[in-house]
């Protein structure tokens, strides 16, 4: 739910906003860019299952609280997008 609307692509990976996109030469736009969400609140219930750890059961919804690593200083330019 609602997070800002970003515009992600292998030159921009951390996305630019919907201002930033359009700011771009028209014949830049839409080269390989897909539209994400950027610090949305995601609520999950199930089956939960990742390659970084064993699948998870929940049940009933359950909010998730994103990794904050993108927060340090040294990693600035780190961008948690989905």
């Given at each position: 739910m609602g997070g800002e609307t970003?515009?992600?692509s292998g030159k921009?990976?951390?996305g630019l906003t919907v201002a930033e996109y359009y700011r771009l030469p028209e014949k830049?736009?839409?080269r390989g860019f897909r539209m994400?969400?950027?610090d949305a609140t995601?609520?999950?219930r199930g089956e939960i299952t990742h390659r970084d750890h064993k699948t998870v059961y929940l049940k009933g919804g359950h909010r998730v609280?994103?990794?904050t690593e993108?927060?340090?200083k040294a990693?600035?330019?780190l961008a948690f997008l989905d």
């Open positions: 970003v515009y992600v921009y990976p951390a830049e736009r839409g994400m969400k950027r995601v609520y999950v609280l994103m990794n993108n927060r340090a990693m600035r330019f």
